[in-house]
């Protein structure tokens, strides 16, 4: 590796910032993720959509029950002229002088018989509520992920930022040396300007690293509606030490628990009972209906206590040729429901194949990276060793160096990545709540 290539080591990782000259915050993962379930705009959304739905579901069940409607009316009357040509006598007599009329009803009805339509609307809306539940479920599920994905570039970048540290701090040792060295004559001035160059270039790789951790930080605080200026600090304990349990090794547990797709298979029957309401259009409606009916129009006539009490039947016969289209739409509309279930198992497929190849990768990765800290370490030794005897010269010194910080950087990097992929792998698989106990909020 050339000494220029230094570089890659600093910037090649995406997501890191570091937090420093300030208090730091530390959370636990499982801290965070339940915060981010309490407090984040995406899973309040995905409740307020679970909430619409309970409510639409309770305006349709209320269609079983009686309607119920009071009126009454006032009015004044003007004194019309009124010139009475039947049932005249011979004594002429004065017509009463009418002037106000006020009349009270109330109606009732309740629906017996709707072609099964308040039946099939109920069994229709309770599913889509279930549904709603279920993708709230899975919003959290992508939450936690977030949550997760943002704790490792938090930890990866503050590892990374400590190593660069201390190789700053060896680099800045090591310029200090040879300036004493360039002046002694014991080396030429072109070395002194190498070691100058390296602490230059690990500067920049740290000013890089900590503006991207501080990016990180920001969203992440954001996500979990916490002050703009906390900086979070993410211990090892609270990302890296726990045991790796029930890895899944196959598609059988996603297909049983993924919450979207448990969402859209009680679409799909919420689908096939708005095919049974579109069908109800082919039956007559049948409702008791009732009333009670006071009228007083002054110096005619008063009715007291008229009540009525029968059967309303109701049928629309030229609908019964039109509702055929209706249901062809809500029979195509469950079709589509049901493609969409197949494109998402499919995918979810894909998504458990390729989430188990990418943890086995990164499981071996961890295995050579720590091998390759004990060879980059044993080869710094041997050519510190040269150097220092004269056998070996400056650029194979500065080379060794950045191969042992970068072998060490990919060592924590690697622990680290096994964990995030882990849970990657349990996101997809739809495990992710349950890890983190979704029933403590």
Do not use: C
């Not at 916490?226 to 993410?234: F, S």
């Not at 458990?352 to 004990?374: F, G, M, P, R, S």
């Amino acid at each position: 590796m050339k000494v220029s290539q230094f570089m890659l080591f600093g910037i090649f990782f995406i997501g890191m910032s570091p937090i420093e000259a300030q208090e730091k915050t530390s959370l636990t993962l499982d801290e965070a993720i339940h915060l981010a379930w309490t407090q984040s705009n995406e899973v309040s959304l995905a409740n307020t959509k679970v909430a619409t739905k309970k409510f639409e579901l309770q305006s349709v069940k209320n269609k079983q029950y009686p309607d119920l409607k009071i009126s009454g009316q006032y009015q004044r009357l003007a004194q019309a002229s009124i010139n009475l040509k039947i049932n005249k006598s011979t004594t002429a007599e004065a017509l009463p002088v009418v002037d106000q009329l006020m009349i009270g009803q109330v109606n009732a009805s309740l629906p017996l018989f709707a072609g099964f339509k308040i039946k099939n609307s109920i069994k229709a809306y309770d599913n889509l509520y279930q549904a709603e539940t279920a993708s709230a479920m899975q919003t959290k599920e992508e939450v936690a992920m977030m949550v997760v994905n943002y704790y490792a570039s938090l930890y990866k970048a503050q590892k990374t930022v400590e190593l660069l540290k201390e190789n700053q701090k060896s680099a800045q040792q090591r310029v200090t040396d040879f300036l004493e060295l360039e002046k002694n004559g014991i080396i030429p001035r072109n070395d002194l300007l190498k070691s100058q160059l390296q602490v230059s270039k690990i500067q920049l790789s740290l000013d890089q690293s900590i503006s991207n951790l501080n990016i990180v930080n920001f969203e992440l605080v954001s996500l979990l509606k916490m002050d703009p200026k906390t900086k979070l600090e993410v211990k090892e304990s609270d990302f890296i030490d726990f045991q790796m349990n029930n890895v899944p090794t196959d598609d059988a547990l996603a297909l049983e628990n993924r919450k979207d797709l448990e969402a859209i298979r009680l679409q799909e029957k919420a689908s096939l009972a708005h095919v049974q309401m579109s069908k109800s259009g082919y039956y007559p409606a049948i409702s008791i209906i009732g009333g009670y009916t006071a009228l007083d129009l002054k110096n005619v006539i008063t009715v007291e206590n008229a009540m009525n009490i029968g059967i309303g039947v109701s049928y629309d016969l030229s609908g019964i040729l039109k509702n055929g289209t209706n249901v062809k739409i809500a029979e195509s509309k469950a079709l589509e429901v049901q493609n969409h279930q197949a494109i998402l198992t499919d995918y979810i497929k894909t998504q458990v194949q390729k989430a188990i190849e990418d943890y086995d990768l990164a499981l071996k990765q961890d295995l050579v990276y720590n091998e390759a800290v004990e060879q980059a370490l044993e080869n710094y030794r041997i050519i510190k060793d040269k150097y220092d005897n004269g056998l070996s010269d400056t650029n194979d010194l500065l080379e060794a160096d950045v191969e042992q910080l970068g072998s060490t950087i990919n060592k924590t990097l690697a622990r680290a990545n096994v964990i995030q992929k882990y849970y990657e792998l349990l996101s997809v698989s739809g495990q992710l709540n349950q890890t983190f106990n979704l029933s403590k909020i």
